[in-house]
Every structure is written in C-alpha cells, then in structure tokens.
C-alpha cells in the first residue's frame, strides 16, 4: 500500500508549472494570489495540475500508459492495483462555487466543509464509470483496505479500540448494493494546545469569520486572514479572543461591521435526506458558549437542485434551517430529528472518559506505555503532543508520574 498526499490544493495559492496545465489556461503572471478572485482562478489551476500529477504517479508506477495526444491510457480492470482518490475537507473559502456556501466551507461541519469526491478504481470495481450516491464516511476507507487485502478489520483490531466504519467493499462489486451505513457523523473543535497558550484571532477576510486556529500570523496571512494577534491589526500586544476583535471593529471610526466568529466546537450527524447540527458558539456578553441546534433537509442532486445546509444569519443566502423556517415541524421531521438526536447522544455516549497514563489507547496503563513515554519524550526534545496528559504541551516527567500512578489500571469503557 502506497499513499500520495499533495499540498499544493491548498493555501498559500500559488501559480502551477504552466506545463501542467491544459491549453490556453489563463496566464496568471502578475496575480498577487491574494485577491479573491485571482485565488478562485488559482484554485482551479491548482486542481488541474494535480490532476496532471496523479497521471504521472500512474504512469511511473506502471499503472498506465501516455496516448500520443497527451491523455491517460489507463484500463483499470487490466491491473492488480486498486486506486483511491478522496479530498480531506472541504474547499477552503475562496475556492468555493455556487450552490455552496462559502461562509460554511473548510473548518466547518456543514454540506460545503464535509462534503468531498471520492473516486475508486481497479479490478475489483464491477461495472465501472458509474455514481454511488450512498453515504460514505472517510473511516469507511480503513475497512475498505481490510476487505481489499482479504482483512476483518473488526476481528483483528482489540476490542479496546472503537471502530466507526462500515464495510465499502460490496458498493464497488455489486452495482445494485443498498445503502449501508445509516448515519454519517463528523465534528470539529479547535486544536490541540497547550493550557497556558492562547491562539491569537485571524480574520479570514473572504467569508469575513474570525477564528483562532492558526498560531502564527504568517499561517494567518498564508490563509488571506488578518491577523489580530502581537504586531497585528490591533496593535503591538494584540488582542486575545475574537470577541474582542469586534469590540475593536466597532470601536473605529467610522465603526466596522463585525466579524463572523467560528464557533468552538461543531457536530453534525445526517441521515439520508436530514441533517442535525449542533454548535457551541461563543456569546461575547456571557463569556460563555451557547449550545446551538439546526436541522436541515439535504440532498446530493446536481447543480442548483443540490439542498445544502444555510445556517441563520448567512450574509446574502436565505437559510435552510427548518428549526428557523419553520418551528412546527411535520410529523416526518419530527421523527427524523428525534432519531438524529438520539443516535448522536448514543455516540457522544460511547466515547470513553480520559484515562491518564494510557497513551496508546489500548484502554489499559502498563509498561508499554512506560517505554513509549521515554520515546516521545527525548523525540523532538519532548515537544509533543503524544502522552502529554497534563496539555502543558511537554511530554515530561510530570506525563510519567502519571503513568506510574495508574499503572495497572483498566480504563473506564465509557460514562
């Protein structure tokens, strides 16, 4: 098994090697990559060129073969390899095309931030060149390499290890396969740091959202933001959340209009024709996050028939939230968001509580944990976020002093 990842249908944009690109491409000498409009042309280009790039991969591997006109010559059922294609998120902001919703793309739990292509070729694939409309989740890709290489992945993973997928394979060999999975789940928060670390507020100018996921302002400006934190914006000390962003926008003169905040933690659970979204969302005169509930109606149809999911308060889109739309749901609603709201409490409720000392997840703290503490911490100097128990963001003695009193105990299932 081999795994290709590119970078470079991502930001910063930036101008692909005009022989990977077709013919008659628009020059983009001269963008400055920064401007909306130049990033949407760029992310095109961006996208052909590593399209161009998974050909060669293919070529060089000796999966395919170069036509004399320049195309791929590539018979799928004629090899021995299967291949994936699938996109880790969706489209950051600027590269967004109508009918998604830019304001809800990348870092975000709705149809625009989730949803992304996933193409599978190979001699396993029966009656190929067609569309599985069924829901798939990114973690159905591990069960897939288990079916492929003959593999049980629920006998041989531990039973300590929870596994969300479901099989895969039967949508490739059987062409008039049923849904399987029933329910997709997914979620975001902001990252991992260290407890005394504050990650200074960006400013994406694009969908106009401040967030505080980037610790550096060169990430931030890398990301077409502003940024608010030392030596930004604000001034020499910066400012510490976004809240405090738009308290300084509305405090110039003329006053500016306030920025959208990204929520610090989102999940989503859809089924086939529903979606429950649930936000924590900061309310800047609390100081405290307020829990917010949406639901949608959603489907995959092409074009401008697609039904995606528009939240309250979306700057020139009409939202979709039934909740908002519509209060008194209809009996078919009603029982779909009940079975939504359950089956996401019964998930949230089979995470297990933490369990300091067990750092490979086995959900038991013993000397393998001991001997892996020691690796991670002399790696990198102990600059890591692996048996960190403590979020100080050193993995030290404190993290072993952890490990030694829990040794030998079984972790908690769940709450």
């Given at each position: 098994m081999a795994t290709v990842s590119y970078s470079s249908a991502h930001a910063p944009y930036q101008q692909p090697p005009t022989d990977l690109l077709p013919p008659l491409s628009a020059d983009t000498n001269g963008f400055n990559c920064t401007d909306t409009g130049q990033q949407r042309v760029l992310s095109n280009q961006m996208l052909e060129a590593m399209d161009k790039e998974l050909g060669r991969v293919m070529v060089e591997v000796g999966l395919a073969t170069r036509k004399l006109d320049g195309t791929l010559d590539y018979h799928?059922?004629?090899?021995?390899?299967m291949v994936v294609i699938i996109g880790d998120n969706g489209t950051f902001a600027p590269g967004v095309k109508a009918p998604f919703d830019p304001n809800h793309a990348k870092a975000t739990v709705y149809q625009t931030g989730v949803w992304v292509p996933l193409v599978v070729a190979g001699p396993l694939v029966n009656t190929p060149d067609r569309e599985v409309?069924?829901?798939?989740?990114?973690?159905?890709?591990?069960?897939l390499f288990g079916e492929i290489a003959g593999v049980d992945v629920h006998k041989v993973v531990p039973q300590s290890h929870i596994l969300d997928s479901v099989p895969m394979l039967r949508y490739l060999t059987k062409p008039n396969q049923e849904s399987i999975r029933k329910t997709n789940f997914t979620e975001t928060a902001n990252n991992l740091k260290a407890t005394d670390v504050v990650i200074s507020p960006c400013v994406v100018t694009a969908v106009n959202t401040c967030l505080q996921l980037f610790p550096?302002?060169?990430?931030?400006?890398?990301?077409?933001?502003?940024?608010?934190?030392p030596q930004g914006a604000a001034g020499d000390q910066g400012l510490t959340s976004c809240c405090a962003v738009n308290q300084f926008l509305a405090s110039q003169n003329p006053p500016q209009p306030p920025a959208i905040i990204l929520p610090d933690a989102q999940l989503a659970i859809r089924n086939d024709n529903f979606k429950l979204v649930q936000l924590q969302q900061p309310n800047c005169t609390t100081g405290k996050d307020?829990?917010?509930?949406?639901?949608?109606?959603?489907?995959?149809?092409?074009?401008?028939?697609?039904?995606?999911?528009?939240?309250?308060?979306?700057?020139n889109r009409q939202t979709t939230d039934l909740l908002t739309l519509q209060p008194q749901l209809t009996s078919t609603q009603k029982t779909n968001f009940k079975s939504l709201s359950d089956k996401l409490q019964s998930l949230l409720d089979s995470q297990p509580p933490p369990c300091p000392g067990d750092g490979n997840l086995d959900m038991v703290v013993n000397e393998e944990d001991n001997e892996n503490w020691q690796f991670f911490s002399t790696e990198n100097g102990g600059n890591?976020?692996?048996?960190?128990?403590?979020l100080d963001g050193k993995t030290d003695g404190l993290d072993q002093l952890a490990i030694q009193q829990n040794l030998r105990t079984k972790c908690p299932k769940k709450n």
């Open positions: 799928p059922e004629a090899t021995n390899t409309t069924h829901m798939v989740n990114i973690a159905d890709l591990f069960e550096q302002s060169q990430l931030c400006a890398a990301e077409g933001g502003v940024w608010y934190g307020d829990t917010v509930t949406e639901f949608y109606e959603i489907n995959e149809a092409p074009g401008l028939l697609v039904k995606i999911d528009v939240p309250p308060n979306t700057p890591s976020s692996w048996y960190d128990f403590n």
